[in-house]
């Protein structure tokens, strides 16, 4: 018998569109994006690696469970939020913002 585990989860908005999902604070954003197939959804590698994922955490809290290249991500992007989708969990609400 399997025993499922419940995470929480929490919803997602892409600013200034009617893009809204869920997604399990233990799921990465992307995966959750393409499965809900909410817009369109840009993705490449899904490992942090190139860049076309990139997005702006206007508001809320993330974790960034994968490590992002700094070739994509440089410390000030950081700072004002702009993460890779595939490296980031929510815990949370999110609102995100197209870059
Ligand atoms: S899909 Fe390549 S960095 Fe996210």
């Known amino acids: 018998m399997t025993e499922s585990v419940r995470t929480f989860r929490h919803v997602v908005r892409v600013m200034d569109t009617d ?7 233990d799921e990465f954003i992307l995966d959750a994006m393409i499965h809900a197939r909410t817009g369109p959804v840009r993705h490449g590698c899904c490992g942090g690696g190139c860049g076309i994922c990139r997005m702006k955490v206007e508001r809320g809290s993330i974790f960034a469970a994968k490590r ?10 950081l700072e004002d939020g ?3 989708l595939c490296c980031v969990q929510p815990r949370g609400e999110v609102l995100l913002a197209r870059v």
């Open 19 to 25: 893009e809204e999902f869920t997604c399990g604070e």
């Open 82 to 84: 702009i993460v890779l």
């Open 68 to 77: 992002m290249s700094r070739e994509h991500i440089s410390p000030t992007d």
